[in-house]
């Protein structure tokens, strides 16, 4: 482990082998990429990691995961692993311009990049705008914020409903220190709305950061988007499924309970970590085409069992009882997943031959996330456009 972590062609194998399980995926129709950074606490001296922002466990040193997500479809492209001060999102940008730019196909590029208030910031901004890709990220409060906020707080300005409770209006700004203006969305609602009915997912999504004494929350987006303001608040809303991913990651995965003395085998295992996850999900959506299933769901009804080997007539069987309660609609579904498998392997073997390993595998890895990627992912699903 530690010669493959230490070599970079090690590192860089298990990224590609990463990337390219998903590149049917990514080429198959328009998607989102979701940035997202989590914290990953350390105990005692571990190579790599850094006393930096910790919202749990404050002082300890930790390592920080930036991954970059296939939004709606909570699978990782990419995951970097850094220093625990080094959370930011501009600390993700590198690694960012390095999947764009040299390892996606053209054919494979996001039609739009997604981000928290973390990489609402000129660097990540302008190297969206400088390669062309569309963008819509969070604003941390600022002393501009307070004066647009201040300005649309005079009672004269007219705001749209932008659902879950939200209204919106938009202006165009140069903020301190951006090379250009650029489109803004203000949204906010009442103070007393931000406990209720909606989900939990959907309330940590606006934190209500920018509270003057009017009694509203606010939240405030950059974007290159053109669509209109209820459809980019929602947009940004959808968002949250990328905090799902690393839910799923840390408590289900390991990603928040393996320990190395490096940083390069922690690197390494966060990558193998992230590939099995992915491996796993491939299998579990054929038994759930269009729904995500956690790990702690997925794995207790798809694996545990009794194994028997039955030796007869020189043929030896494995025979599996299941100890769940739905034994019966478990079998009967993995019945149909292995024989779709054998009828996409067969398929794939017999338009291709002659072809590549690679292109059988985008052919079965087409099959099986299309229901997918046609209802989920993309501006016309997404966005309704």
Not at 97 to 109: F, S, T, V
Not at 123 to 139: M, P, Q, S, V, W
Not at 199 to 210: M, Y
Not at 305 to 333: E, N, P, W, Y
Request: some cysteine.
């Amino acid at each position: 482990m530690e010669a493959i972590a230490e070599d970079p062609a090690g590192q860089s194998w298990v990224s590609d082998m990463l990337l390219e399980t998903l590149l049917p995926v990514v080429t198959k129709a328009p998607w989102i990429l979701d940035l997202d950074s989590t914290v990953v606490t350390v105990y005692g001296k571990q190579g790599g990691s850094a006393v930096g922002y910790n919202p749990t466990k404050k002082g300890r040193p930790s390592y920080s995961y930036h991954a970059f997500i296939i939004g709606g479809l909570r699978l990782p492209l990419e995951v970097e692993a850094r220093p625990g001060n080094e959370s930011h999102g501009v600390y993700g940008a590198e690694g960012l311009w390095k999947l764009l730019d040299h390892r996606l196909p053209k054919a494979g590029q996001p039609w739009c990049v997604r981000g928290d208030i973390s990489y609402g910031n000129e660097t990540l901004i302008a190297g969206c705008t400088e390669r062309h890709r569309d963008f819509l990220f969070k604003l941390r409060k600022s002393t501009g914020i307070k004066a647009l906020i201040a300005e649309f707080d005079d009672g004269t300005h007219t705001w749209v409903d932008a659902g879950q409770g939200w209204q919106g209006r938009e202006v165009t700004a140069q903020l301190s220190g951006w090379s250009s203006t650029r489109r803004l969305v203000i949204l906010r609602r009442p103070m007393a709305a931000s406990k209720p009915q909606t989900p939990l997912i959907q309330q940590t999504l606006f934190v209500a950061e920018l509270c003057p004494e009017d009694g509203h929350e606010y939240a405030v987006l950059v974007t290159s988007l053109t669509h209109p303001i209820p459809t980019i608040a929602q947009f940004y809303r959808d968002r949250a499924d990328s905090e799902n991913t690393f839910a799923d990651l840390k408590q289900d995965w390991s990603w928040g309970g393996f320990t190395t003395q490096d940083q390069g085998r922690n690197q390494l295992m966060a990558r193998f970590i992230a590939l099995i996850f992915t491996w796993w999900n491939i299998f579990v959506r054929q038994v759930s085409p269009t729904t995500h299933r956690e790990g702690h769901v997925s794995r207790p009804v798809l694996l545990h069992g009794v194994a028997r080997r039955v030796t007869h007539a020189g043929t030896t069987t494995l025979r599996v009882t299941s100890l769940h309660a739905k034994a019966t609609a478990i079998m009967a579904a993995l019945n149909a997943v292995t024989k779709r498998l054998k009828e996409r392997a067969l398929t794939a073997t017999t338009q291709l031959a002659g072809s590549t390993t690679g292109n059988r595998w985008d052919t079965i890895i087409s099959a099986v996330f299309d229901p997918l990627v046609n209802s989920r992912a993309g501006p016309q699903a997404v966005l309704g456009t």
